[in-house]
């Protein structure tokens, strides 16, 4: 076996003490990430205003903050309907019309020669092929007014296909000779003798017109698009809604317009912005660090605690941000009518299970004050609904030893929040809405995401900086827990002295404040080294007609006695039990000295003490550096005492008590944990008091005889 130098034991220890309570250097590195981050969640804030519903009524007069422009879509509709009606009626020739002019041409060409006359120079195939053109030209001809071919120019539509007609009527007319010199110049072919004289046998017919209603719209499509949004002006102080009056599409446009002039007047990254916001988190941290310095100088001197609430702060500020993200930029109607998210019962939870209600307490305060003044919120009842649920969870988180039991505490701070929104509608003069609906429901979805959030977090918390809750305690003093199962099994006398004793380890626990359930459990494990080697314990000797330690030299019992402490770390640590755990099991001995054997040691000597080097009867240590280690070194003693007690009476035990703690007093024990001399008396008291309830009087009874007759 391997024994670890009780040198070693007390550096080792004093590192992990170090790294608890922190050094300068790191209380500066966690308040400058908590300025940080602080900083940026009061900086990028989004502006908060009136939350309009589109066709409720106004119970207030609304003014402009500031100078500003919004799209007016009311107006913009106007012109681009005025511009549509500016496209004019379009035209085309019947297809119909054009197939039947050319089929008479070409019979005319097949039946007569007179064509050979009038173009000489032509070919028969030379004319086809300028009546393939000129039945695709008059195809896409069109015909309008002189203002819609002007438009046709300043949209830069081509427009060479465009005529202008004088009359928008539909019937047979003549084109005009616009249509045919178009056609001559934009024909391309060399037979002008082949054009003149299609053009001279289209040019005399009568047309039947066509209105392209597909035309028209698709050219009033494209003129809408070209009309640019029109912007109004307001100016600040201008009434931008009148109690009474009906909210309209325009009064949401002028109210987004508003929020976005004021968020880009703050000039974020602007040097003296930035100042602003970074001076002001700087000071809320201020605040907070003396608060805790004077209030609460446990928690503030350990660096593990303060990193553990600067998590839960920074955690809770983003939980709030995703909110209110979702809230702002959501379409779904029923998001957009929640007015008070709850967000502050999420750190207040945690805060109050993983450190202590009060440190909750101030939370509360501080995260409803910072959220109120960043998130974009109704800031008065956000700020009374906030902080009465995060009291409420406060009030309702005592005492909790299963996990199950945060579903209970957001669910009474759910019915709490009832009476506050109905509040919040008998302030408005209703004595019933639907946003009440909306908003109870709203909280009840909040807090049964904090639950569900708490309950995931707290594992995570608790590993990352080594905490216990109670829940994780309870789960520690289950009777099938493999280690508790083997030490039943294997040392069951040390296991009924770990039982008997951890009630008294939380009742002396309670009396002075300290961690009951800690030392209950803590003390279940506190002798698990006595595993290793059960037969050298007394409590595990019962029946047994030899004592082991008659076999070994005084100085070779004691080390077999100790080895069980550094052996209990060993198994500890194996069976990965929470450091608090091995911390108790290290520091329940203290450095006390076996003194039976001590004592044995120094009669072999033949009294000369300077022969007998008393650290080798001495247990490694620590000394106890918290009240539960010491109040388990009290009630391990005393209750080991009490078994071999003659006088059971109340003075008996009490002197036997007092003796025993001013022997540890005597030797030091109790200078590096912070227990009091009252605190001292209440335990002893305590002890007094459970030890005479042990060790009773019960009445004799009688031995029951034979009855009569039998």
């Not at 391997?2 to 608890?20: N, Y």
């Not at 045919?180 to 003798?193: C, Q």
């Not at 004021?262 to 201020?286: D, G, M, N, Q, Y």
């Not at 928690?299 to 939980?319: D, E, G, H, I, W």
């Amino acid at each position: 076996m391997k024994e670890t130098k009780p040198s070693e034991k007390k550096s080792g220890f004093r590192a992990i003490r170090w790294l608890a309570e922190g050094n300068r250097g790191w209380r500066l590195l966690v308040a400058l990430v908590c300025v940080f981050f602080l900083a940026l969640f009061l900086h990028f804030r989004e502006v908060r205003l009136e939350v309009l519903e589109l066709n409720a009524t106004a119970n207030r007069y609304i003014v402009a903050q500031v100078d500003f422009e919004f799209p007016d879509y009311e107006t913009t509709i106007i012109l681009k309907q005025q511009a549509m009606q500016d496209v004019g009626a379009v035209y085309r020739i019947d297809p119909g019309e054009v197939q039947r002019a050319r089929h008479e041409l070409e019979n005319s060409l097949v039946r007569s020669r007179d064509w050979r006359k009038a173009a000489p120079s032509s070919t028969f195939e030379g004319i086809y092929q300028v009546l393939d053109r000129m039945e695709v030209f008059l195809f896409d001809a069109r015909f309008t007014d002189p203002r819609t071919i002007q438009i046709l120019k300043n949209l830069e539509v081509p427009s060479t296909s465009f005529f202008e007609v004088l009359s928008e009527k539909e019937g047979a007319f003549t084109l005009p000779d616009e249509v045919w010199a178009r056609f001559a110049l934009d024909n391309g072919s060399s037979n002008l003798e082949a054009v003149r004289y299609v053009i001279d046998a289209f040019k005399s017919r009568k047309w039947d017109f066509q209105q392209d209603e597909t035309l028209e719209r698709a050219l009033r499509t494209q003129v809408s698009k070209t009309v640019v949004d029109k912007y109004t002006r307001v100016v600040a102080g201008t009434r931008l809604l009148e109690p009474g009056e009906k909210i309209t599409s325009r009064h949401l446009n002028m109210m987004q317009a508003m929020k976005a002039a004021i968020s880009e007047s703050r000039k974020l990254w602007e040097p003296a912005t930035l100042a602003s916001s970074i001076l002001l988190s700087f000071i809320f941290v201020t605040i907070s660090a003396l608060y805790f310095r004077i209030s609460q100088p446990d928690f503030f001197r350990s660096l593990q605690k303060v990193a553990l609430f600067v998590c839960v702060v920074l955690l809770t500020l983003l939980f709030a941000k995703a909110t209110e993200y979702a809230l702002l930029k959501s379409e779904n109607p029923f998001l957009a009518r929640i007015h008070y998210p709850i967000v502050a019962p999420f750190a207040s939870l945690l805060i109050c299970v993983l450190l202590s209600p009060r440190i909750a307490l101030f939370a509360s305060a501080f995260l409803s004050i910072i959220l109120t003044v960043s998130l974009a919120v109704d800031h008065s009842r956000f700020l009374i609904l906030n902080l009465i649920t995060s009291i409420l969870v406060i009030i309702c988180t005592q005492n909790i030893r299963k996990r199950k039991q945060i579903f209970g505490i957001c669910w009474k701070a759910f019915l709490g929040s009832i009476p506050v929104l109905y509040a919040f509608t008998l302030g408005e003069n209703q004595l019933w809405n639907f946003s009440l609906l909306v908003d109870i429901a709203a909280s009840f979805c909040f807090l049964t995401a904090t639950a569900i959030l708490v309950v995931g977090l707290l594992p995570v918390l608790e590993t990352a900086f080594r905490l216990m809750t109670d829940m994780t305690l309870m789960e520690y003093m289950d009777p099938q827990n493999e280690l508790l199962q083997k030490l039943a099994m294997e040392v069951p006398g040390t296991y009924q002295h770990c039982l008997v004793l951890a009630n008294l380890t939380e009742a002396c626990a309670q009396a002075i404040g300290a961690n009951g359930i800690l030392c209950r459990v803590a003390t279940l494990y506190h002798d698990i080294g006595k595993i290793l080697n059960p037969q050298f314990y007394t409590e595990n000797q019962q029946g047994s007609t030899v004592n082991l330690h008659q076999l070994l030299t005084p100085l070779e019992s004691a080390q077999l006695i100790i080895s069980h402490v550094i052996d209990g770390e060993d198994l500890a640590r194996k069976y990965r039990l929470p450091q608090p755990f091995i911390d108790i099991i290290l520091q329940h001995h203290g450095t006390t000295l076996v003194y039976y054997f001590y004592r044995k040691q120094l009669e072999l000597k033949g009294g000369r003490e300077e022969e007998v080097d008393v650290s080798q009867f001495r247990y490694p240590g620590p000394k106890p550096q918290t009240k539960e280690a010491a109040i388990v070194m009290i009630c391990d003693s005393v209750e080991a005492t009490s078994r071999s007690l003659e006088d059971g009476s109340e003075k008996g035990i009490a002197e036997m008590v007092d003796r025993i703690v001013l022997e540890k007093a005597e030797d030091g024990q109790f200078d590096e944990c912070n227990l009091t001399f009252e605190e001292l008396g209440r335990v002893k008291r305590t002890l007094v008091k459970s030890l005479l309830l042990t060790h009773h009087i019960r009445v004799k009874y009688p031995k029951k005889e034979k009855p009569p007759g039998k």
